[in-house]
């Protein structure tokens, strides 16, 4: 049975021509699969290997070239919360900000919570030091957020 969702196999296809070959699909495919399934599980490698005619490791090599990408011993949650630890951040209560999330939301940085909402992870920069403190969820920035705006947004509100 395939890990490997259709409408990924699908956009791969559609995809193909726009690259200058099979492997330079690897990130946008592997970002998809981990988009829909909240990680890149062993199986998806594989198939994910197959379909860009590479060999397994080359795709594992990429996922863990880039530290981004969670395989499914440690999947995300729901949503992905980056908090941001730039100096900008940092002096304007990032840390403390950080500090209170983890402990209302009952975990640490890089864990998910306990029911699947959210896993909150350390960002460098977010490059919006005129909103700090900021945090990025998926894709979404939002700045000057408070402990409490992250945790309703942790819960899905």
């Not at 330079?24 to 998806?44: F, G, K, S």
């Not at 860009?52 to 990408?69: E, I, K, M, N, R």
């Not at 304007?92 to 699947?116: K, M, Q, S, W």
């Amino acid at each position: 049975m395939s890990v490997l969702p259709e409408n990924i196999r699908a956009k791969a296809t559609e995809l193909a021509a726009r690259y200058p070959n099979k492997q330079a699909l690897t990130l946008p495919i592997c970002h998809m699969v981990q988009d829909q399934l909240r990680c890149v599980p062993n199986e998806a490698i594989k198939e994910v290997a197959e379909l860009l005619d590479l060999a397994p490791s080359q795709v594992s090599d990429t996922l863990s070239f880039y530290g981004f990408f969670r395989d499914d011993h440690k999947p995300l949650g729901k949503k992905r919360i980056w908090v941001c630890r730039s100096l900008a951040c940092m002096l304007r209560g990032g840390d403390e900000l950080l500090a209170d999330v983890c402990e209302r939301l009952n975990i640490h940085p890089g864990d998910i919570t306990a029911d699947g909402t959210a896993t909150i992870e350390l960002a460098e920069c977010l490059g919006a030091c005129d909103g700090a403190p900021c945090i990025l969820i998926d894709d979404e920035l939002q700045l000057n957020v408070s402990a409490d705006d992250v945790v309703k947004l942790a819960k899905g509100g």
